[in-house]
């Protein structure tokens, strides 16, 4: 296993040296090497089994460091990047000439944020070069929220996992994308796109075609348990059709109990979605443990992050 540590210097030397570490962040925790070293980038993608053709984003400490990675900056991109950095909101700009295509996967535009972590951007003040860091888990799985997450994962194909506590808003950032006609939504998540749109307008839908295949966090099957998953609008329904088997209950309150039910993970007391949304991904490698049957996972108002929620749990379950 890496080591868990609180050691900041010692994770910095490591990725000086060229190697990978995890790193925590306030959505997830990172699996970090510096975008100017080929040989940490290939070891991250080789880590996580990640597909090439899956861009990685990229973490800087500080808005005006933008520069270091993208060639311009629309004017929408620096009122969202003043507004809400640090913080779980992910910009895709062109990129510069300096930024390794293997970071963007050959696209022209890369994506960037400030993490809001204090832990992150210290080790990002201490380096002389931003971070690429997608999540540190195995392509596909559930993204880890803990040190003991990332731990679990991983054999010793790094040195460090540098510990930050659990992860306070718990799912991916929200990545948005810009054109001619204004910004558009390309990932649902931490940052509700509500307080988004009260800086852009209406944000448009991305669009699917050959010039645009799906990225990997964008795939129909993602951030998913082992254990069969479905989604429920009724969750007695779903229970009643699965009599006799061992069902876990993912539910957004603790409104309701089960004695069908062998475990019942409520994600929020008292129906706050960005508690649940801090609890899910815990919840659902905790479920994993049990060797159930069926997790039944219930779905969220589609509003806020809600609608981030959902789409998650819509990817956790698709067959
Ligand atoms: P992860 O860091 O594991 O949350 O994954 C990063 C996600 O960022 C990928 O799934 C891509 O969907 C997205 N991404 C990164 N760079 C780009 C880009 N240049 N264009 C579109 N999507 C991107
Ligand atoms: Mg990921």
């Known amino acids: 296993m890496p ?86 909101l992910t910009l895709l700009l062109p990129k510069k000439d300096t930024v390794p295509s293997i970071i963007t996967a050959g696209k022209d535009t890369v994506a960037v944020r400030v993490p809001q972590h204090p832990i992150a951007l210290s080790l990002l003040e201490k380096l002389p070069f931003p971070l690429a860091a997608p999540s540190a888990n195995p392509f596909g799985s559930i993204s880890p929220t803990t040190a003991e997450h990332v731990a679990s994962y991983f054999k010793q194909e790094f040195p460090f996992i540098l510990n930050g506590g659990p992860c306070k808003k718990g799912i991916e950032s929200t990545i948005i994308g810009f054109n001619e006609h204004g910004a558009i939504i390309y990932r649902y998540g931490s940052l509700a796109i509500e307080e988004i749109e009260k800086i852009t307008g209406p944000l448009q839908e991305y669009i699917r075609n050959e010039e645009n295949p799906d990225a990997p966090g964008m795939l129909l099957r993602h951030y998913a348990p082992v254990t069969k998953t479905v989604l429920s609008s009724d969750i007695k329904k779903s229970i009643a059709e699965n009599i006799g088997k061992k069902i876990g209950l993912l539910l957004f309150d603790d409104r309701y109990t089960s004695d069908e039910a062998t475990v019942v993970e409520s994600l929020s007391i008292d129906g ?48």
């Open 3 to 88: 080591v868990i540590t609180h050691d900041i210097t010692l994770v910095a030397n490591s990725l000086l040296n060229d190697e990978v570490a995890a790193i925590p962040t306030e959505t997830v925790y990172g699996l970090a090497g510096n975008i100017f070293s080929e040989k940490a980038i290939r070891r991250i993608y080789e880590v996580k089994q990640r597909p090439l053709f899956n861009p990685l984003i990229v973490h800087i400490a500080a808005v005006k460091d933008m520069w270091k990675v993208a060639s311009f900056i629309p004017p929408l991109a620096q009122a969202l990047a003043e507004k809400f950095w640090p913080g779980p």
């Open 272 to 319: 706050s979605m960005e508690e649940a949304a801090s609890n899910l991904y815990a919840a659902m490698h905790r479920l994993d443990q049990y060797s159930l049957d069926i997790i039944i996972a219930e779905r969220f108002p589609d509003q806020g992050l809600g609608k981030s929620i959902n789409d998650r749990l819509q990817r956790a379950t698709h067959p």
